[in-house]
């Protein structure tokens, strides 16, 4: 049994900073990769980042280049999601997710992954 446990979020005004953890405890092997999602109200559930495991490659949405910063700790199982320069727009329940092999998808796509957490909530105020 894997779980993914985030914590991090919070409500933060507009420009403010954020940092989401996540840990994975449980039967975990070595990941294929592992990533962000969220969520706003009405909406689908949308990619944000994700992180191979083994090389550390990143992959960002356009909507978070350059203000968002993936990262993971492979001793700990943990992956990060630094967020800065946050908007109202990015108010969401954030997901973590892991993947763990190569199924032929995309890591921007959400079947891709195999675990998801509970979600962490971020509230971004303008």
């Known amino acids: 049994q894997v779980q993914l446990v985030e914590s991090g979020g919070g409500l933060v005004q507009a420009g403010g900073s954020l940092r989401l953890s996540c840990a994975a405890s449980?039967?975990?092997?070595?990941?294929?990769?592992m990533g962000w999602f969220r969520q706003a109200p009405g909406q689908e559930r949308e990619f944000v980042a994700a992180v191979t495991w083994s090389r550390s490659i990143t992959y960002y949405a356009d909507s978070v280049k350059g203000r968002f910063t993936i990262s993971r700790n492979t001793a700990d199982k943990t992956v990060y999601l630094q967020m800065s320069g946050l908007k109202p727009e990015d108010t969401a329940v954030y997901y973590c997710?892991?993947?763990?092999?190569?199924?032929?998808?995309?890591?921007?796509?959400?079947?891709?992954?195999?675990?998801w957490g509970q979600g962490t909530r971020v509230t971004v105020s303008s």
């Open positions: 997710a892991a993947r763990s092999s190569y199924n032929g998808q995309s890591n921007y796509a959400t079947p891709a992954y195999d675990y």
């Open positions: 449980g039967r975990t092997l070595s990941w294929y990769s």
